[in-house]
């Protein structure tokens, strides 16, 4: 039997760092990969987990941007562990309400980090989740503000039960389009990057989950899509509600699901809550 392993996405800081700690404390049997951009930080964040006694912690470089750098660790799970156990997309990136950066240019950078940056690493490890396991995709309560913003049309075409993943792109690609050439308002558009990239998040993860459903069915796997609430952290700022710690309890709590548990599965979840859509 392979050791168990856990990988979270853009954890050298933030509610990333603090889902590696809390999977720790929650006793997850196995190794966690704390993976990162950045290798210096990673390994001061790997440090400073193994003082506080987490010792089952590992750095493994990932730009989630790069496809390449997903499948370098795909090779590496493999090779290693023989698949993997949990995986916490995290990665995220919004930019502040007072950046100057044209709207479509937010709007282009954004999703290529929360959207299509989760994307490539979801078609990377997917493939080789062993059964019972748990996938956790960080949302946003913005991504349900945002969808209810939407026209009718795409509120319609976002919660169509039946949409495909290749159709959820071509979506998230015409609002890049439509930001860039200014029009995404008038194209019934809600008026937020970092909202769109998270409709597009939970969407997908409802798609996967489907998909699991329909091609895995008897290999209790679960999917969700999660919302750690406003954490004080670099992209929230200080003022928010939450400390990390209380940031990482929805998706620690999801990625560890007991094994036998049917659901969630393909929901929005906050505060241990599945949210309507």
């Keep these: 039997m392979s050791k168990k392993v856990a990988v979270v996405t853009g954890a050298n800081k933030g509610i990333g760092l603090a889902i590696v700690k809390g999977l720790c404390k929650a006793g997850f049997k196995g190794d966690i990969l704390l993976t990162a951009r950045n290798e210096k930080l990673g390994q001061e964040a790997i440090a400073g987990l193994q003082a506080e006694g987490c010792k089952n912690v590992i750095f493994h470089q990932l730009d989630i941007c790069n496809q390449g750098s997903s499948l370098k660790l795909k090779k590496f799970l493999e090779e290693k562990y023989g698949g993997l156990d949990v995986l916490v997309n995290n990665a995220g990136m919004a930019f502040k309400n007072s950046a100057t950066e044209p709207f479509g240019e937010q709007a282009e950078v954004t999703m290529r980090t929360n959207f299509w940056?989760?994307?490539?690493?979801c078609h990377a490890l997917l493939p080789i989740l062993r059964p019972n396991a748990r996938v956790v995709n960080v949302s946003s309560f913005v991504s349900k503000k945002s969808i209810d913003?939407?026209?009718p049309e795409l509120q319609a075409k976002f919660r169509n039960k039946d949409l495909s993943e290749e159709e959820l792109c071509l979506l998230m690609g015409e609002f890049v389009h439509a930001a860039q050439t200014g029009d995404h308002t008038a194209q019934g558009w809600p008026n937020?990057?970092?909202?769109?990239t998270?409709?597009?998040?939970?969407v997908l993860s409802k798609i996967q989950a489907r998909v699991f459903s329909e091609t895995r069915p008897g290999d209790g796997i679960l999917l969700n899509a999660c919302c750690p609430g406003m954490v004080r952290t670099d992209m929230a700022g200080q003022n928010a509600s939450k400390s990390p710690e209380e940031g990482a309890e929805t998706p620690v709590y999801l990625a560890m699901l007991p094994e036998g548990a049917k659901e969630p599965h393909g929901q929005l979840v906050w505060d241990k809550t599945v949210q309507e859509w």
């Design 192 to 196: 937020t990057a970092y909202g769109t």
């Design 117 to 121: 940056g989760t994307l490539w690493v």
């Design 198 to 202: 998270k409709i597009g998040v939970t």
């Design 149 to 151: 913003q939407c026209n």
